[in-house]
């Protein structure tokens, strides 16, 4: 036994460095015909990367804006998530923060995005209330009318609680009351 240990030995030694060898040699391979095609798509690049820098952040502000403008014109100020005004003018002043395009869309838009927001609580929907809440606060966090839909969302959110709270009680006094019948037959 130790001497087909000791022949196979050598052999796996010997298979382990061939394909370590063919593996360097197919990445090498890769590498060779692979580095033409990337320096020319990177000569490609050069051009468009180059005209967006020089005005990239004005695109992309732009970009923005226009985003903003579909999402008013499709009815979405402050929802969904990811996708609406809102969020597309605070973008464009991340971009260019002295954007008057963006600050003034973002006043526009306030008085009917507080709306969004009450509907949202009175509508019991908490958890996006609060998102929409907190995308006006990094606009306006001193907004008086914020701070009372603040207080409103919390009032909520406690009746909410009292209400699972309440039904909760009534299903364990259901369920003590079907154990005692049970146990009484």
Do not use: W
Request: proline share 3%.
């Amino acid at each position: 036994m130790s001497r087909a240990f000791a022949a196979a030995f050598p052999r796996r030694g010997l298979l382990v460095v061939s394909l370590a060898l063919m593996v360097a040699a197919a990445v090498a391979a890769f590498a060779l015909l692979r580095t033409p095609a990337v320096d020319g798509a990177d000569h490609q690049a050069k051009g468009p990367a180059a005209a967006a820098s020089s005005g990239g952040q004005d695109s992309g502000t732009a970009i923005m804006l226009e985003l903003a403008k579909t999402a008013i014109a499709e009815k979405r100020l402050v929802a969904p998530a990811g996708a609406n005004a809102f969020e597309f003018y605070l973008s464009a002043l991340q971009l260019e923060p002295n954007s008057t395009a963006a600050t003034e869309g973002l006043r526009e838009l306030f008085e009917p995005a507080v709306d969004d927001v009450e509907r949202a609580i009175n509508d019991n929907h908490l958890d996006e209330a609060q998102r929409e809440l907190g995308l006006l606060r990094e606009f306006d966090a001193t907004n008086y009318k914020l701070a009372l839909l603040g207080g409103k969302l919390d009032a909520q959110r406690q009746l909410q609680i009292r209400e699972d709270e309440a039904r909760a009680a009534v299903i364990q006094a259901q369920a003590t009351s079907a154990t005692s019948s049970s146990t009484a037959r």
